[in-house]
């Protein structure tokens, strides 16, 4: 049995313990559980009475009292309390995204590395969902061919204006280092990579409250170009209603479509790079069939990363993402700001420095608000659906 201990007990971190109080984790047990509320701590002793509470994750770290830790706390945090944890011999668990700026992480890796011996895992959820499993298993295959181009629109990402309201660290350069890029997209930008590699070149633009009154940016699009010429186009918001997730990949030997919680894959006879040079028919294009592609159907999401993380602990089975991982989506989110920020064309790997003094700048001038205390409802925005 794995003794985890919870750092944050917000919409992620209460979310993560109904799960394990429920059952659907059976290999671990809330032995210990942080946060800075006086309301949250006691809700923690209303219902994990067996836990031991605590106001700081650093002491919830110090005190023995578990073997590993999830952290679920504002974004900042994540690479302090990993660091923390990794150098008391705990393994951890953090929550997206794996930081706000590539520097911090690099440090957070770095000490990862130091102890091998400690499982470092990432929470994107998402790798679990099995027409992502699929994707990513048919374009490994060759069965797409070689990418020629991905468009993911993902607008349904839809928050009110009390969702941004319902935490004084939300929506503020200062306490969450970016919107819906650093908050909602993590998990689309960590699929973008996990499917396509990260591009090489990103043009972006970010709008900086634009449908709502905050500060950071609630609708975003980017182009993107790859190191085999393949390019991209990235588009989201929390302001569309009813929004889109619609998900494209094209290659030479066809198309892959995700879109309404079904994948399909428009399959050509014979691969388009050999069809445009062998035709002898000027508008004809390759014979096409569209297929309805099967999955295994499982989408265990939270659940399925939490047990996986459990399982390389105590068995040596594989995680769903290491933690280590989590740099790759965060580069692809600090790119669009970048570029968004200054109005270039930005490559990757970015010019680091660059970016956190751009970042320091906002954090300088950043609004305090007031903190509200709200947990939000997050059955809307997290479950078993393909778009959360």
Sequence with gaps: MLRLGIIGVGNMGSGHTKNILEGKCPEIKITAMADRKESRRQWIHENVPDAQVFTEGSDLIASGACDAVLIAVPHYQHPTLAIDAFNHGLHVMCEKPAGVYTLQVREMNAEADKHP??????????????LYRKMKEMIDGGELGEIKRMNWIVTDWYRTQFYYDSGAWRATWAGEGGGVLLNQCPHQLDLLQWLCGLPVRVHAFTHEGKWHDIEVEDDVTAYLEFANGATGVFITTTGDAPGTNRLEITGTKGR???????????????????????????????????????????NE?????????????????????????GIRGLMLSNAIHLSGWTGETVSLPIDEEKFLKLLNERRATSRAKEDRDVVSDTSDSYGSKVTK
């Excluded at 011996?117 to 099995?130: A, I, K, T, W, Y």
């Excluded at 939490?306 to 995680?319: C, D, E, S, V």
């Design 301 to 325: 999401q939270h659940v399925a990363v939490l047990n996986a993380f459990a399982g390389k602990i105590l068995h040596g089975t594989p995680l769903i993402a290491d933690g280590r991982e």
């Design 256 to 298: 892959l479509i995700c879109d309404n919680n079904e994948l399909v894959y428009d399959k050509l006879g014979v691969d388009e790079r050999e069809w445009c040079v062998t035709c002898d028919k000027g508008f004809a294009k390759p014979p096409c069939e569209r297929v309805s592609v099967e999955t295994d159907g499982k």
């Design 117 to 130: 011996e400690l499982v470092f895992g990432m929470m994107f959820n998402q790798r679990s969902n099995c």
